[in-house]
C-alpha cells in the first residue's frame, strides 16, 4: 500500500514576515493523503489552507519540514525541475480561473501540453477531449470573456486534466460562482475522483462544496485538526 | 518550450493604443536615422560614382577644391608634354578647366544657393564618356551657351532648356540638359572654357586641369613627375579620390543626425521599458498562472522580450514606411570644400533598411530585457497574488 501514498507531508512549517510581524501560516503539519482521495480542507480565512495547498504544488516553500509528493521529495528539486514535475504530475484550479484572456479556450487548454512532446494535432485532439469531459466542446474557440464563470471554471479544469495528472489542486474552486454552477464544478470534480480515479484536495470554505469530498479536514491558526475533528466555531 | 508566438501577438493587438504608441515613437526614432542615413547615402552614391579610374586632377599643391585652385596656361603646355597621357585622335586627353561658383535663385529658396559653374574645352565632354545629354544639345564655342545638369535644371529657376541664366557679365542661353548617372556633374553648370574665362576675366589663371593617364602605371608615373616638378608648382589627385574626400562634407550633418537619433533612441527605449513594465504588471497574475502550470522563468523571460522585440519591429516597419517617400527625393546639400551645393537623391537601401530594423530591435531588447526579468524573477506566489 506504500504506492498509494500520494502526498505525506512530516512537520511542515511555514512563516513569513508581512511588515513588521512574523505570521505564522502553517505549524508542524503532519498529513498523509492516499490515491484516489477527494479531500476538502476547510477553515477561517487566514487558517493556512491555500498555504497548504501551494507547498504541496511547490509553489512555495515551507520554512522546515518536508513535503514528497507521489514519492518525490519536491523540496530537493531546481527550479527547472519542479517546473517539469508540476506540468507531469499537479492539475491546479483557482479561484479565479485564471485564464489567459488573449486565449481560446483550446488555446488555454493546450498551454500545459506546450511542455511536452505532443505534436500540434494530438495536443488538439487531447484539448478537445478534456473539453469534452467538462462538456464545452462547443465553446472551444471562445475567449474567456465570451464565457459565463461557470465556463470559465470548466475551461479551467479542462487545463488542469489535460496533461493526466494525477492529483488535482483547487483553491476555492467554486469561490466565485453562482450557485448553479459551483455545484456544476463540483459534479465535475466528483466525476474526476470517482471515474477517473484523480486525488483531489480542494480548499473551501462552503460547507455544501466540501460534502462532495471523501474527507473533510480543519484547519485552525495554521494547525492542521486531527482527522474527525468537528468544524471549530 | 517557449509560448506560442500567437500569445505575444495577441497581447500586443489586445491592447492596441499603447502598442501603437510605442511603437509609432519607435518609428519616429527609427524615420530619423533612417532619413539621415539616405541622405549621406545619396550623398556618398553621388560623390563616390564620379570620376575615372585613370583620371588626374592636376591642382595647385595643397588646394582642397578646384574653386580655391590656380594653374597657368603655361603649366597646362607643360602637362601637355608629359608621358603616360592618353591620346584621343592625336590630340593628349587634357581638360583645362575653370571652375567658379554663382548664386542662382532655387524654385522653393528664393535667396539662391552657390553652384558650380565649369568651363572646358570639348576635351573636357569628351573625357567624361559615362555622361549624355538628356534634352537640348551642347554649347556653341564662342556663344553665350550653358549645358546645366540635370539636379540644377530640376531644383533652379530659369534652368531649363530654352531659358536664360543671368551670371557674369550678363544673360547665358541654356541649350542642353546633361545627364551625368546621379554624379556631383549633375550639380553643375557647364560652359566653354574661353567663354567664361573671357567673362571671369580668367585669361591666363586657370582652377585645374584633367588628365587621363594610359593605364594605372602611367597615372601613378604622372602623380609622381606632378609632385617632383617643383617650378610648376602643382599637384595631381585621382579624380575618383577628389570626390571621395568631398563625402566628408556631410559628415557634421551624418554626426549630427546619429546624435539626434541615439538620443531619441535613448526615450523611445525607456517608452518601450514603460509599455512591457505595465505589460507585466498587468499580467502579473498570468504569469504566476503560466508559472504554475510548468512554464520556467526563462520560458516567461523570453516570452517577454519577444513581445518587446515584436513591438519594435512594427515601430522599425513603421519608421521605413514614413521615410519611405523620401526615397528617390531630390535634393542638395552645401559642400564645405567646393562652396556650392551638391545635388543628389535620398537613397533608402536595403543595407539602411535592415540597419532601421536592427536599430529598433535593439531598441526593443533593451526596452523588454528589464520588464522580463522582473517578469521572470518574480515569485509564483507573489505573481499569483497581484491584482
Same mark, same amino acid.
Given at each position: 500500500?506504500?504506492?498509494?501514498?500520494?502526498?505525506?507531508?512530516?512537520?511542515?512549517? $511555514?512563516?513569513?514576515?508581512?511588515?513588521?510581524?512574523?505570521?505564522?501560516?502553517?505549524? &508542524?503539519?503532519?498529513?498523509?493523503?492516499?490515491?484516489?482521495?477527494?479531500?476538502?480542507?476547510?477553515?477561517?480565512?487566514?487558517?493556512?489552507?491555500?498555504?497548504?495547498?501551494?507547498?504541496?504544488?511547490?509553489?512555495?516553500?515551507?520554512?522546515?519540514?518536508?513535503?514528497?509528493?507521489?514519492?518525490?521529495?519536491?523540496?530537493?528539486?531546481?527550479?527547472?525541475?519542479?517546473?517539469?514535475?508540476?506540468?507531469?504530475?499537479?492539475?491546479?484550479?483557482?479561484?479565479?480561473?485564471?485564464?489567459?484572456?488573449?486565449?481560446?479556450?483550446?488555446?488555454?487548454?493546450?498551454?500545459?501540453?506546450?511542455?511536452?512532446?505532443?505534436?500540434?494535432?494530438?495536443?488538439?485532439?487531447?484539448?478537445?477531449?478534456?473539453?469534452?469531459?467538462?462538456?464545452?466542446?462547443?465553446?472551444?474557440?471562445?475567449?474567456?470573456?465570451?464565457?459565463?464563470?461557470?465556463?470559465?471554471?470548466?475551461?479551467?479544469?479542462?487545463?488542469?486534466?489535460?496533461?493526466?495528472?494525477?492529483?488535482?489542486?483547487?483553491?476555492?474552486?467554486?469561490?466565485?460562482?453562482?450557485?448553479?454552477?459551483?455545484?456544476?464544478?463540483?459534479?465535475?470534480?466528483?466525476?474526476?475522483?470517482?471515474?477517473?480515479?484523480?486525488?483531489?484536495?480542494?480548499?473551501?470554505?462552503?460547507?455544501?462544496?466540501?460534502?462532495?469530498?471523501?474527507?473533510?479536514?480543519?484547519?485552525?491558526?495554521?494547525?492542521?485538526?486531527?482527522?474527525?475533528?468537528?468544524?471549530?466555531? | 518550450?517557449?509560448?506560442?508566438? %500567437?500569445?505575444?501577438? $495577441? /497581447?500586443?493587438?489586445?491592447?492596441?493604443?499603447?502598442? @501603437?504608441?510605442?511603437?509609432?515613437?519607435?518609428?519616429?526614432?527609427?524615420?530619423?536615422?533612417?532619413?539621415?542615413?539616405?541622405?549621406?547615402?545619396?550623398?556618398? $552614391?553621388?560623390?563616390?560614382?564620379?570620376?575615372?579610374?585613370?583620371?588626374?586632377?592636376?591642382?595647385?599643391?595643397?588646394?582642397?577644391?578646384?574653386?580655391?585652385?590656380?594653374?597657368?596656361?603655361? *603649366?597646362?603646355?607643360?602637362?601637355?608634354?608629359?608621358?603616360?597621357?592618353?591620346?584621343?585622335?592625336? =590630340?593628349?586627353?587634357?581638360?583645362?578647366?575653370?571652375?567658379?561658383? #554663382?548664386?542662382?535663385?532655387?524654385?522653393?529658396?528664393?535667396?539662391?544657393?552657390?553652384?558650380? #559653374?565649369?568651363?572646358?574645352?570639348?576635351?573636357?565632354?569628351?573625357?567624361?564618356?559615362?555622361?549624355?545629354?538628356?534634352?537640348?544639345?551642347?554649347?556653341?564655342?564662342?556663344?553665350?551657351?550653358?549645358?546645366?545638369?540635370?539636379?540644377?535644371?530640376?531644383?533652379?529657376?530659369?534652368?531649363?532648356?530654352?531659358?536664360?541664366?543671368? !551670371?557674369?557679365?550678363?544673360?547665358?542661353?541654356?541649350?542642353?540638359?546633361?545627364?551625368?548617372?546621379?554624379?556631383?556633374? &549633375?550639380?553643375?553648370?557647364?560652359?566653354?572654357?574661353?567663354?567664361?574665362?573671357?567673362?571671369?576675366?580668367?585669361?591666363?589663371?586657370?582652377?585645374?586641369?584633367?588628365?587621363?593617364?594610359?593605364?594605372?602605371?602611367?597615372?601613378?608615373?604622372?602623380?609622381?613627375?606632378?609632385?617632383? &616638378?617643383?617650378?610648376?608648382?602643382?599637384?595631381?589627385?585621382?579624380?575618383? &579620390?577628389?570626390?571621395?574626400?568631398?563625402?566628408?562634407?556631410? =559628415?557634421?550633418?551624418?554626426?549630427?543626425?546619429?546624435?539626434?537619433? @541615439?538620443?531619441?533612441?535613448?526615450? %523611445?527605449?525607456? *517608452?518601450?521599458?514603460?509599455?512591457?513594465?505595465?505589460?507585466?504588471?498587468?499580467?502579473?497574475?498570468?504569469?504566476?498562472?503560466?508559472?504554475?502550470?510548468? !512554464?520556467?522563468?526563462?520560458?516567461?523571460?523570453?516570452?517577454?522580450?519577444?513581445?518587446?522585440?515584436?513591438?519594435?519591429?512594427?515601430?522599425?516597419?513603421?519608421?521605413?514606411?514614413?521615410?519611405?517617400?523620401?526615397?528617390?527625393?531630390?535634393?542638395?546639400?552645401?559642400? /564645405?570644400?567646393?562652396?556650392? =551645393?551638391?545635388?543628389?537623391?535620398?537613397?533608402?537601401?536595403?543595407?539602411? @533598411?535592415?540597419?532601421?530594423?536592427?536599430?529598433?530591435?535593439?531598441?526593443?531588447?533593451?526596452?523588454?530585457?528589464?520588464?522580463?526579468?522582473? *517578469?521572470?524573477?518574480?515569485?509564483?506566489?507573489?505573481?499569483?497574488?497581484?491584482?
Amino acid at each position: 500500500m506504500v504506492n498509494d501514498l500520494v502526498v505525506e507531508a512530516t512537520d511542515l512549517h $511555514k512563516e513569513f514576515q508581512r511588515d513588521a510581524f512574523q505570521v505564522i501560516a502553517l505549524q &508542524d503539519v503532519q498529513l498523509t493523503i492516499q490515491r484516489g482521495e477527494f479531500v476538502a480542507f476547510m477553515g477561517p480565512s487566514g487558517s493556512g489552507k491555500s498555504t497548504l495547498l501551494y507547498l504541496i504544488a511547490a509553489i512555495d516553500r515551507p520554512t522546515r519540514g518536508r513535503v514528497e509528493v507521489l514519492g518525490r521529495d519536491i523540496l530537493q528539486l531546481k527550479e527547472r525541475a519542479v517546473a517539469d514535475w508540476r506540468n507531469e504530475n499537479i492539475g491546479f484550479i483557482f479561484q479565479t480561473f485564471n485564464l489567459i484572456p488573449v486565449l481560446t479556450a483550446r488555446e488555454n487548454v493546450e498551454l500545459p501540453l506546450l511542455l511536452t512532446h505532443l505534436s500540434r494535432q494530438e495536443r488538439a485532439e487531447h484539448a478537445a477531449t478534456a473539453l469534452g469531459l467538462v462538456g464545452l466542446s462547443d465553446r472551444m474557440d471562445h475567449y474567456p470573456r465570451q464565457l459565463s464563470g461557470g465556463q470559465e471554471q470548466r475551461v479551467a479544469i479542462a487545463r488542469a486534466i489535460v496533461s493526466d495528472p494525477s492529483i488535482i489542486l483547487a483553491d476555492e474552486p467554486t469561490g466565485d460562482l453562482d450557485a448553479q454552477s459551483a455545484q456544476e464544478i463540483l459534479t465535475i470534480l466528483s466525476r474526476l475522483n470517482r471515474d477517473h480515479g484523480k486525488t483531489i484536495l480542494m480548499v473551501t470554505h462552503d460547507p455544501h462544496a466540501a460534502r462532495h469530498a471523501s474527507k473533510i479536514r480543519y484547519l485552525e491558526k495554521g494547525q492542521l485538526l486531527p482527522e474527525g475533528s468537528p468544524q471549530p466555531e | 518550450m517557449p509560448l506560442p508566438l %500567437s500569445y505575444n501577438l $495577441k /497581447n500586443l493587438t489586445v491592447r492596441k493604443t499603447t502598442t @501603437v504608441m510605442t511603437a509609432l515613437g519607435i518609428g519616429l526614432t527609427v524615420a530619423v536615422l533612417l532619413g539621415i542615413l539616405a541622405l549621406v547615402g545619396g550623398l556618398e $552614391k553621388s560623390l563616390q560614382a564620379t570620376g575615372h579610374p585613370l583620371h588626374l586632377l592636376v591642382m595647385r599643391k595643397n588646394s582642397l577644391s578646384e574653386l580655391v585652385s590656380q594653374v597657368t596656361r603655361e *603649366a597646362v603646355s607643360s602637362i601637355r608634354n608629359k608621358p603616360g597621357i592618353q591620346q584621343l585622335e592625336g =590630340e593628349p586627353m587634357v581638360s583645362p578647366e575653370i571652375v567658379t561658383v #554663382i548664386n542662382l535663385p532655387r524654385h522653393n529658396s528664393p535667396e539662391g544657393a552657390n553652384v558650380n #559653374i565649369r568651363g572646358l574645352s570639348p576635351m573636357g565632354i569628351r573625357m567624361r564618356s559615362n555622361l549624355k545629354l538628356m534634352e537640348g544639345r551642347w554649347f556653341q564655342p564662342g556663344q553665350r551657351e550653358v549645358v546645366v545638369g540635370k539636379s540644377i535644371s530640376r531644383r533652379y529657376v530659369n534652368a531649363g532648356v530654352g531659358d536664360r541664366l543671368r !551670371f557674369g557679365r550678363g544673360d547665358w542661353s541654356v541649350v542642353g540638359v546633361l545627364d551625368a548617372g546621379s554624379t556631383a556633374f &549633375d550639380s553643375e553648370i557647364w560652359v566653354g572654357l574661353n567663354q567664361l574665362a573671357t567673362d571671369s576675366n580668367r585669361m591666363e589663371v586657370l582652377s585645374s586641369v584633367l588628365v587621363r593617364a594610359s593605364d594605372p602605371v602611367s597615372l601613378q608615373a604622372l602623380q609622381n613627375a606632378l609632385a617632383d &616638378d617643383q617650378r610648376l608648382y602643382l599637384e595631381g589627385k585621382r579624380e575618383v &579620390d577628389y570626390y571621395q574626400e568631398q563625402t566628408a562634407s556631410a =559628415e557634421p550633418v551624418k554626426f549630427l543626425g546619429i546624435f539626434v537619433a @541615439v538620443i531619441m533612441a535613448v526615450g %523611445s527605449c525607456f *517608452a518601450a521599458m514603460n509599455t512591457m513594465y505595465a505589460a507585466v504588471a498587468r499580467r502579473s497574475r498570468e504569469i504566476g498562472t503560466l508559472r504554475v502550470l510548468g !512554464f520556467s522563468g526563462g520560458s516567461i523571460l523570453l516570452a517577454f522580450v519577444i513581445e518587446s522585440l515584436l513591438l519594435s519591429l512594427l515601430g522599425g516597419l513603421i519608421g521605413v514606411l514614413l521615410v519611405l517617400p523620401l526615397h528617390g527625393l531630390e535634393s542638395g546639400i552645401g559642400n /564645405n570644400l567646393t562652396f556650392s =551645393e551638391t545635388g543628389f537623391d535620398f537613397r533608402l537601401s536595403p543595407a539602411i @533598411v535592415a540597419l532601421g530594423v536592427g536599430f529598433a530591435s535593439i531598441m526593443g531588447l533593451l526596452g523588454g530585457l528589464l520588464p522580463a526579468r522582473g *517578469a521572470a524573477r518574480e515569485s509564483i506566489l507573489s505573481a499569483l497574488r497581484e491584482l
